[in-house]
């Protein structure tokens, strides 16, 4: 019996990560978060508070951002505008076992929670109109 709990366990899990979406979406959240549209679209309403917010993850090259899905364009996978600038790693939790990994930029479904802010520029070369942050 538990052989075969183990073995369709790894059939699902093996199913579920050979079958990659080119496009991700992560909408949907669980209680006390944040919807991300809402957070973008309102964020007078989130400013300086803390706040969890379910997203797409992308980590790379000076790069540490949250977006609500992503698209493909020439090969390239990219974050939907508008993303938000994520201040430090130890704020993502990933959901993924498996990120989807792309000329060295990873894609991750995540959990990101901390302090909110907006109203001034944030991020690399300041290329953020939202940032969380500790």
Same mark, same amino acid.
């Given at each position: &019996?538990? #052989?075969? =709990? #183990?073995? &369709? /366990? ?6 579920? !990560? /050979?079958? $990659?979406?080119?496009? #991700?979406?992560?909408? @949907? ?14 964020? @007078? @309403?989130?400013?300086? %508070?803390?706040? !969890?917010? %379910? ?28 993303? =938000?600038? #994520?201040?430090?790693? @130890?704020?993502?939790?990933? %959901? ?16 990101? !929670? $901390? ?8 991020? +690399?070369?300041? $290329? ?5 942050? +500790?």
């Amino acid at each position: &019996m538990k #052989i075969q =709990i #183990i073995v &369709m /366990a790894l059939v699902v899990f093996l199913t579920s !990560c /050979a079958s $990659g979406p080119k496009e #991700i979406n992560y909408g @949907d959240t669980g209680d006390g978060y944040v919807l991300f549209n809402d957070l973008v679209s309102n964020p @007078d @309403d989130y400013n300086l %508070k803390k706040i !969890c917010v %379910k997203g797409i993850y992308l980590s790379g090259f000076e790069s540490s951002t949250l977006g609500e899905s992503t698209y493909e364009r020439d090969g390239y996978l990219y974050l939907q505008e508008p993303t =938000i600038w #994520i201040g430090s790693r @130890d704020l993502v939790t990933e %959901k993924c076992t498996e990120p989807e990994v792309r000329n060295s930029y990873s894609f991750c479904q995540a959990d990101v !929670c $901390g302090v909110f802010e907006y109203g001034e520029r944030y991020g +690399h070369l300041g $290329g953020y109109a939202y940032q969380i942050r +500790h």
